[in-house]
């Protein structure tokens, strides 16, 4: 079946099946080699969140920038690395690094800072773990494929740093479907479930990812309220970021417009619905998501942007965060 999927993606030229080389085409060999090699230092699971950003702000993203005016170009979907990538891996690996030899085979192409996780006074009078508390993180913004031909697919990544635990991390997509060519980043709600789409292209990605965690359009949250990994919290299970910042809707490299934002720059809120206890999520669609995101108006925190958004070869390839599974059944408490 997967040869089959492989060869009419072929005759159809609908995505790019050549594996990009890491690093892209103007990176120095002894840098791509250094990129492939790295590593979390032996003590780092034992360092704070300050030490951990710190060192990969540092060691890391600033080592590996991109000159502004030599961005690599966005690519599409690699889905040979797809069917071949673990997905387990994605969704069981627990350090900020990938793994060697891992490929990033979507939403390559990114920008990332840092940022201060602010909760809201709702969450602060909760007993939500890293969500009722000041954290430090970073967020990668990215893009699903090349806009060109099939519009702008955004997606938002948000990693939490914990003193002597592994990072907390979080996606979010708009929808499994592009905003045709408005290029505004910010133009929809992001949300870490999102329904599923009818589109060809989606689906073959959902049977790919279906190898590791069903459903595949709703990424667990649960965790971030939980004082152990292990346990799932009593916070919100779905959550919506909504950002009043608003770029060009015309044809434009989207990474330009995050990396002018100032520091202190506020990002945008994450708000949830109080009666989402009464949800049924497998029955998810596209005028359920509507209503849910419109309805969803208590805030839970805000993201503080605390350095420029920076554009590098380790943001782009060795970043890594984690998918958590969704774990239907655990209710917040409102």
């Not at 594996?19 to 790295?38: T, V, W």
């Not at 994605?90 to 909760?119: F, S, T």
């Not at 497998?282 to 998501?289: I, M, Q």
């Not at 605390?306 to 782009?316: L, M, N, R």
């Amino acid at each position: 079946m997967k040869i089959g999927i492989t060869i009419f993606f072929v005759l159809l030229g609908f995505l790019k099946l050549a594996p990009p080389s890491l690093g892209g085409a103007d990176a120095p060999s002894d840098q791509i080699l250094m990129l492939d090699a790295l590593k979390s230092p032996i003590n780092y699971s034992n360092w704070n969140a300050t030490e951990k950003r710190t060192w990969i702000w540092n060691h890391a993203i600033l080592t590996t920038a991109y000159p502004h005016d030599k961005l690599p170009p966005f690519e599409d979907i690699d889905i040979l690395g797809l069917i071949r990538g673990s997905m387990n891996t994605k969704m069981d690996h627990l350090d900020d690094i990938a793994p060697e030899n891992w490929k990033k085979p979507i939403h390559r192409r990114a920008v990332v800072a840092q940022v201060r996780w602010v909760p809201s006074p709702h969450a602060q009078k909760r007993s939500w773990g890293s969500l009722s508390q000041e954290q430090l993180g970073l967020l990668r913004a990215s893009l699903t494929y090349t806009p060109k031909k099939r519009g702008l697919a955004p997606g938002l990544a948000l990693k939490i740093f914990r003193d002597q635990k592994p990072s907390l991390d979080v996606s979010l997509l708009t929808g499994l479907d592009s905003h045709g060519q408005n290029y505004n980043f910010f133009e929809k709600p992001f949300s870490n479930f999102v329904p599923p789409s009818k589109s060809f292209g989606a689906r073959i990605v959902d049977l790919i990812f279906s190898r590791a965690s069903r459903p595949t359009q709703m990424i667990g949250f649960q965790h971030f309220s939980a004082d152990d990994r292990k346990v799932s919290g009593s916070g919100p299970i779905q959550i919506f970021f909504k950002s009043s910042l608003r770029f060009s809707p015309e044809a434009h490299d989207i990474r330009n417009d995050f990396m002018g934002l100032p520091i202190g720059t506020e990002l945008g809120a994450f708000f949830y619905r109080s009666a989402e206890l009464e949800s049924d999520y497998l029955a998810y669609d596209s005028p359920k998501s509507k209503l849910f995101s419109q309805s969803a108006n208590t805030c839970i925190g805000s993201l503080v942007l605390e350095s420029v958004f920076v554009a590098s070869e380790f943001g782009d390839d060795r970043l890594f965060f984690r998918h958590e599974r969704y774990q239907p059944g655990v209710a917040s408490k409102k």
